[in-house]
């Protein structure tokens, strides 16, 4: 299956400042990717479409000045949690678009905010 | 709202015994994925089935799209301990103009050795 890899794996960070995680497809180029939250034990919830060369888009209930979201590559798209929270503690997970609609995850961000 | 709901949310059982876990909906899906998901990871993709009535297997995995593409069933003959974490059905509805699948709420299973 196609690679998508994130970094960094986890981060630990003080209240109030940014952290930027990236997502890169390592083997195929994605115009689409897409960035996920996990709360412990629960599903996947879409927080943004990230779309090569143009705006995100984001879910309702996620805050865009929060998340800031930028795919300026074929290969790249990132996202950074800005003025981070201990609320924003989670675990986020990016997913890229391969050819038939097959999805591809990372492994992973975890994120914990003091 | 489109929801996939998973059933059942939990299941622990003995190594050697066999499970069903259903992913049920009133949408139509173009497609729909299986995932497993262990801790600190992310999903891995499983199965994709896009045909009604389509039956995949892989190794002791038998999936099933059903008829309508309203829903899916995820069976597991002699499960393993290996077999053990999060399992994850997303489907992409058939009037997405885009590529968002609509997470199902997971179901999580524990082998017992």
């Known amino acids: 299956g196609a690679v998508v890899s994130q970094h960094p794996s986890w981060v630990i960070c003080k209240s109030g400042t940014s952290v930027k995680i990236e997502c890169r497809s390592l083997?195929?180029?994605?115009?689409?990717m897409f960035w996920y939250r996990q709360f412990p034990k629960q599903s996947l919830m879409l927080m943004a479409t990230?779309?090569?060369?143009?705006?995100?888009?984001?879910e309702q209930g996620v805050e865009k000045d929060k998340f800031l979201i930028n795919h300026a590559s074929l290969t790249l798209s990132t996202l950074t949690v800005t003025s981070a929270h201990p609320e924003d503690s989670s675990f986020y997970i990016c997913?890229?678009?391969?050819?038939?609609?097959?999805?591809?995850f990372g492994p992973g961000t975890r994120l914990t905010v003091l | 709202t489109q929801l996939l709901e998973q059933s059942p949310q939990f299941l622990s059982i003995q190594e050697g015994e066999n499970l069903t876990v259903y992913c049920n909906s009133s949408s139509v899906f173009s497609s729909l994925q299986w995932y497993r998901q262990e801790p600190g990871e992310g999903p891995v993709l499983l199965v994709t089935v896009v045909t009604g009535g389509e039956v995949k297997k892989l190794k002791r995995l038998t999936f099933q799209f059903g008829d309508a593409r309203k829903d899916s069933s995820l069976h597991i003959t002699a499960a393993q301990p290996g077999d053990t974490g999060l399992y994850l059905c997303a489907g992409l509805p058939r009037t997405s103009g885009t590529y968002k699948y609509i997470f199902g709420t997971g179901t999580r299973l524990k082998v017992l050795a």
């Open positions: 997913s890229a678009i391969l050819l038939f609609n097959e999805q591809f």
């Open positions: 990230s779309n090569e060369g143009s705006k995100a888009t984001y």
């Open positions: 083997d195929f180029q994605a115009t689409t």
